[in-house]
């Protein structure tokens, strides 16, 4: 991922993609929000106001050239159901509970919000498409990638081997430890790939959503995936992480959009 800096933000771009598509991952820097949300935060949902979260995005936004009321977003519940973002979310109207966005739409910007979880950014360069997935160890385990490939290819078309993904800055497997409960979900799933994904360390457990996610895509036919590498709870000058920081912290910002 290339690292830009303009106007005090700081945000990660993946050179994966082609030309036809606007792609940025915020940093936490170069916002409004006071501690505990210092200070991009773009999420209402953690205690911050309201009206700093708005200022927020407006800068975000306007870093990249985007209309702030171009937004589609959605209320994230670590599922795999989709949003087909025909046109921007009427923002008088909640968000839908959804953790897949696509649009084929180049006057919406498709935005989700991060602090652990995996993003990942989907483009379809021959069928003009472009999505954001929410991929946490609940979403990763009920398969939320191979759900996106699946809506690519009944809505758009798409062929997988067509497809290009990045997958952002999130927690890595170093920083990951997880209980017995998880790992055996994840046994479950992925059979004798769950050797790549699980990994015992000092008699601790610690799961690698990178490589699962990318087994995902791979099994789904996906072969063009950039893995951006940066960990969010191992850089809080740069991100915000829900464990590191014991769910006292924001959201960063992913957006992406079709020129």
Request: hydrophobic letters at 40%.
């Amino acid at each position: 991922m290339l690292l830009h800096e303009r106007n005090e933000l700081r945000y990660y771009q993946f050179d994966i993609f082609s030309k036809d598509v606007i792609n940025a991952v915020f940093t936490r820097q170069g916002g409004v929000s006071p501690e505990p949300w210092h200070s991009l935060n773009l999420s209402i949902s953690v205690g911050d106001e309201p009206e700093r979260v708005a200022a927020n995005r407006v800068r975000a936004f306007e870093a990249l050239g985007r209309d702030p009321a171009s937004i589609h977003d959605v209320w994230l519940v670590h599922g795999t159901d989709i949003i087909y973002a025909d046109n921007p979310r009427p923002l008088s109207e909640p968000p839908h509970k959804a953790d897949i966005l696509f649009t084929d739409n180049p006057n919406v910007s498709l935005f989700m919000r991060f602090a652990d979880c995996v993003p990942l950014l989907f483009h379809d360069p021959k069928k003009g498409v472009v999505g954001i997935a929410h991929a946490g160890w609940m979403g990763t385990v009920k398969g939320v990638a191979e759900a996106s490939i699946k809506g690519m290819q009944a809505r758009y078309g798409s062929d997988p081997a067509d497809v290009v993904v990045g997958i952002g800055p999130s927690i890595s497997v170093d920083q990951y430890e997880v209980g017995e409960e998880v790992a055996a979900r994840f046994r479950e799933k992925y059979g004798a790939d769950s050797d790549r994904i699980l990994q015992m360390r000092n008699g601790k457990i610690h799961l690698d959503l990178w490589t699962a996610n990318v087994i995902q895509l791979q099994n789904m036919g996906v072969e063009q995936i950039q893995v951006s590498g940066l960990c969010t709870a191992s850089h809080l000058d740069d991100w915000f992480s829900h464990r590191a920081e014991k769910g006292k912290t924001g959201r960063f910002g992913a957006l992406l959009a079709l020129t």
